[in-house]
């Protein structure tokens, strides 16, 4: 079976060094191609049959989303960040990245990554899912309840003829009621939704599913 060929790309020299070693240490992995920017990568990789791309998070003049983005998921890409901000992390994912790990991981959760990422899998680190989950649960808590409307059923059928454009005078007739009466519950129903306009209730509506 032949090497499954990985490129690491850093300006940092302990990271790549390391980098080299932990891939070695893996049966059938190794790195064949070591550049410093993304423009160099980018200039040099299709020379290659790559398997997987590691890439620290900063890099000079660009950094890693560029080569994500160009790759555009041709090869995976694995992240080495330096920082746990979640907005890097986000815009890191949104280009393509298969995996984000922090540069104090080990390397037994790096070498993890690789075999799980290679097999066409995603890995983040278990920090930054942490940080993911506690971002969502903050956005879920942060969406404004559903307004709590109750109308009558008598309302409701007012509502869902107004909603197909009838007016007063035909919903009445529909009904077998007043133009008067039709009027009272439709200025309740605006009351309830809080709104002072057909339009405006027309998309209330819509927005909270009320019907």
Known sequence: MADLQIAVVTDFDI?????????ASIPSHKV??????S???INMHSNFMLDLV???ITLPTKNAITISQHLQKEIPVLAISYTDNFELFYQSV??????YLLRNTSEKELVD???????????FSSRISKKLVNKLME???ELPAKPKVKLTKREKSILTLAMKGMKSKDIGESLGISIRTVDKHRANIMDKCKVNNIVALIQFVQKHKIL
């Open 113 to 123: 990554a690789i075999q799980t990422i290679i097999e066409g899998n995603t890995y």
């Open 139 to 141: 956005d879920v808590e």
């Open 94 to 99: 949104r280009s393509g990245v298969k995996g």
């Open 15 to 23: 990271l790549k060094i390391g980098l080299k070693e932990i891939v």
């Open 39 to 41: 423009d160099e990568f």
């Open 54 to 56: 590691i890439t620290d």
């Open 32 to 37: 064949v191609l070591n550049c410093v920017t």
